[in-house]
């Protein structure tokens, strides 16, 4: 048994090494009837197997359809925490379109992760697989349980990600800003932000909301950070299309120039925000200034006047720079 077993994780690991994708896909059904047994040699603790049948499941990139019957049971509530953290770990190669998993699969699942101890190990698996089931409108907006905090984690997308690339659609971007949760709503911003892909049919709202939801004195810290990630993100990609590729061979010259000019745009867009903002307490020190200078009569030189001058320069010094705010 020992013997056999370890010649099957051989031959997978070798396959998945060489990014044999077309060979693991015409294996997909054997390697995907493997699943119940590596999720229960996950659970008794005897073989390595779910990591190497992960690995595998990345590299064809989906598995057989017909794994609905192994995860079933489990995300119902039978099994023990093993069982569904295996289910998690391999969620996001299951095709999610829903000719094959329906909505009550895609409810079961959110159950399931809403409940689950979160782990990092896990959540960018349980990202990816909430972008996809969200792009196929599988997830009720409003019974979701605690799903969507597990954006918080911001844990890191693989270079090829299925949900963060669908994770820009329009529908997706409505569904969290419906949310009203401002920290999950940048968190969101920052999972799909990547030099990998280009953004979808969501870009137009991500540029409106930023104006609309990061407005403002208050949002500053926030679009301190989400400036940070798109400086990130455009780093990476000057670094050229051919240093992009190494890790995701398949990426297009044309949504390479797509992403490029949609992060450049969203960058722009939030750097003026913060330029409104400063026009805004530039107005507002100027009339502090000219009040309190009417105020005080220009040839006394009283100490009440000398009082009101070094508190306007306190006042200058704690908001220039702008002060440090809650992170959202």
Known sequence: MGQVLGLIIE?????ADAHDKDTLFRKRKAITALFPFAALQERDKQYPILDVFVKTSRA???LWDHIGPFLETPLNGAGDFSLKRAIMLVSPYISWDERFFGEDMAQAWAATASTIPKEEEIAPSIVDTLFQITYWKLLQPHNHGDVWSWLTLRPPLPPVCSGRYLGSGSGVV????GL??????????????????????????MCNLICEDFSGIEMYPCRADLVERLDQVLGQMNRGL?????SKP????????????QYGKLRGILLEEDRKTLEVLTRTYFRLIVHF????????QSPTRHLCVRSLSHIRR???????LPVC
């Open 11 to 15: 031959k997978l690991t070798t396959l």
């Open 60 to 62: 064809c990139g989906l």
């Open 174 to 177: 409505r569904t969290v800003r």
């Open 180 to 205: 009203e949760d401002i920290g999950i709503l940048k968190s969101y911003l920052l999972l799909v932000w990547s030099e990998w892909d280009f953004l979808r049919d969501g870009f137009d709202e």
């Open 242 to 246: 051919e240093y992009l590729r190494q």
């Open 250 to 261: 398949e990426f297009h010259e044309t949504y390479f120039q797509i992403g490029r000019k």
């Open 293 to 300: 200078d009417l105020l005080t009569p220009v040839d006394v």
């Open 318 to 324: 704690s908001l220039y720079p702008l002060p440090t």
